[in-house]
Structures are given as C-alpha cells and as structure tokens.
C-alpha cells in the first residue's frame, strides 16, 4: 500500500490515539518527510501548517508521544497512530485536546486480553499459563490467598504494601472471571444494574 499524500496537498491526516486506553488524543497533519521521521525515529512527528515545518510532537514540552503502532485506513489517505504517551497531549495542559481527561481503566481491558491469551498457551511460558493448567481449585484458591492478604495488609499504614496486594487480587480475580468463562464486562454489568435500580 502506497500512502496517498497528493488527495490533501501533500499532507494526510493522522489520528493520535492512546494505545491502553484507546482514547483519541489529537489530530495533527504529516507530509512524507514527518512520516518517514515519524517512523524512524519512533516519537510522533507532525507537518505544522502554522511554523511550515517538521514539529515533533513534545519538543518543546517534553511530553513526547512513543509510537506502538502506525495503522493505514482503507483509502491509504489517513493514518491511525497507536502510542504511549509521556505526559499531557494539549498545548493548554489537558490530556487531550479534545479537554478529555485519558485515565487509564481500560487497561483492565487490555490486561484480561493478555490473560485470555495465556489459556491456551504453554503452562511452561508464564505464570498465568501454570494457574489455567492447575485448574479452578487452585486459582479460586489463590484468589483467597490474595484476599487475605489484602486484609491483613490493610491493617496497617504501608500504602506501597497495600497496593501492591490490591494488585495482586485485582490480578488474580481476573484469571478466575477467565477460567470460568466470564468477563469483566459482564461483572460491571451487574454493577450498572444495581446502580440503576437504587437509582429509581
């Protein structure tokens, strides 16, 4: 696929989105010269309209933003840019310039992807992998193990602890949705129930 850069005056549009939470951050215009920087040098680079010149996005604030992916559209007129972002996206200090705020739930998302990916794989391969193969019992177990230590945890004032416990079961409880075949969503599902027929 040839990128077509004559349909716009020789530039295209680029769509930024964050890859974890797959909110639309900016859009911004490249000519060739900034898909190719773009491309090699991994951090998103524009063709500024207003300076009429090569902008790398962050070059003066230093939120950068890191290229994961770089997607094409079916009329190879406009691009789709997956990347990680180091900081606020908008020139006024929001996290988009839409005056979204990008926060970062959708990692669960993501994450219960990587597990549901770890099924089927070699129990050899990763930790999540040896749990499905050990069976319901014990990861149901480890999700008790993990809440226990949550409590405990929970006792005492070591933020960093506690934290890191909460992940563990967070961690844990989504392995237990997958080996029963649920998902998250379906949980959350529940929740927006509830919430509406307190709501009554």
Request: proline share 2%; with cysteine; charged share 30%.
């Amino acid at each position: 696929m040839a990128l077509q850069f004559d349909k716009l005056q020789g530039l295209i549009p680029a769509v930024v989105q964050d890859v974890e939470t797959r909110k639309v951050l900016m859009l911004g215009f490249m000519n060739v010269e900034a898909y190719e920087k773009t491309k090699s040098e991994g951090l998103v680079t524009f063709f500024s309209r207003s300076k009429n010149r090569l902008w790398t996005k962050g070059e003066t604030s230093g939120n950068f933003l890191e290229v994961v992916e770089i997607k094409e559209d079916c009329d190879e007129d406009t691009l789709l840019i997956y990347v990680k972002p180091t900081g606020p996206v908008c020139h006024t200090g929001a996290d988009t310039c839409f005056d979204e705020t990008n926060q970062g739930s959708q990692f669960l998302e993501h994450l219960a992807g990587i597990i549901k990916s770890r099924k089927s794989a070699s129990a050899d391969t990763s930790y999540t992998a040896s749990l499905f193969a050990k069976g319901i019992n014990k990861i149901a177990q480890k999700v008790g193990e993990e809440a226990v230590e949550l409590v405990i945890e929970a006792k005492d004032d070591n933020k960093e602890l506690f934290m890191g416990e909460a992940a563990d079961l967070l961690f844990h409880y989504l392995i237990l949705l997958e080996a029963k075949g649920y998902s998250l969503e379906e949980v959350l599902a529940v929740l927006r129930a509830r919430h509406a027929a307190k709501a009554k």
